[in-house]
């Protein structure tokens, strides 16, 4: 069975601050981890994805992830915080022919002004 | 054009009826998903359909019955809904993997309020 937990289930950040979004995996096999964002009343939007290869992920609006098998984690980040980043965030896993994702329980992102 | 579309997005129906929510993808995916998100935004998938066939059926009531005429097209009916059911229900499409390694492509969502 795979499992995500993200820490923080709220992240409240300055504007041009740092953005640091938690998720740590537990999975038997190789994992395939994502990030996704959901704006209010919208569906998710993929943000980056691992698979193999390069463990510094780079995805879209300036975020960017690390896979560092040895902490079982796939932290987000953002150097410079902007009002549209605020939004809920969902890490998830994947992988070992169970052809499905294992989503975590999101954490809201607010960004002040 | 919108990738993976879902109707209605709002749906507000009384305990007992029936509904059935739409989704079509134009993507070219093999792979179509439910997932529902409920009030405190948890998402779990409820079944996925690889080119028409079953794949995955999670513990979902039976309540619950998806049908996927062809695969770029699943649609969800609900019987006899009850005040629980009240939910985002999310359509996703990927491309054909067991192991999941693309990632989704979700709709925007259909909210039922059953009241």
């Known amino acids: 069975a795979q499992s995500v937990t993200q820490l923080g289930s709220h992240v409240s950040v300055s504007e041009g601050a740092l953005v640091l979004l938690r998720c740590n995996y537990s999975?038997?096999?190789?994992?395939?981890l994502f990030w996704y964002v959901q704006y209010p009343n919208q569906g998710l939007q993929l943000l980056l994805k691992?698979?193999?290869?390069?463990?510094l992920v780079k995805g879209i609006n300036g975020f960017e992830a690390e896979f560092k098998k040895s902490e079982t984690s796939f932290h987000l980040t953002k150097p410079s915080a902007h009002m549209s980043d605020a939004a809920e965030y969902f890490c998830?896993?994947?992988?070992?022919?169970?052809?499905?994702?294992?989503f975590g329980d999101g954490t809201t992102l607010t960004v002040k002004p | 054009d919108t990738a993976v579309s879902q109707t209605p997005k709002y749906l507000v129906t009384q305990m007992g009826n029936d509904k059935s929510i739409k989704c079509e993808q134009n993507l070219g995916h093999d792979t179509m998903y439910w997932y529902k998100q409920d009030s405190k935004k948890f998402l779990k998938i409820m079944f996925s359909y690889n080119n028409k066939e079953l794949i995955i059926n999670e513990t979902v009531p039976n309540r619950f019955s998806p049908k996927s005429p062809d695969k770029a097209h699943l649609n969800l009916h609900i019987n006899s809904l009850e005040l629980g059911d009240s939910a985002v229900y999310f359509c996703?499409?990927?491309?054909?993997?067991?192991?999941?390694?693309?990632?989704?492509?979700f709709g925007s969502g259909t909210r039922l309020t059953v009241v």
């Open positions: 691992y698979t193999t290869g390069a463990t």
């Open positions: 998830a896993v994947s992988g070992g022919n169970a052809g499905k994702s294992t």
């Open positions: 999975s038997s096999v190789p994992p395939y």
């Open positions: 996703a499409s990927s491309h054909s993997d067991s192991q999941a390694i693309y990632g989704y492509t």
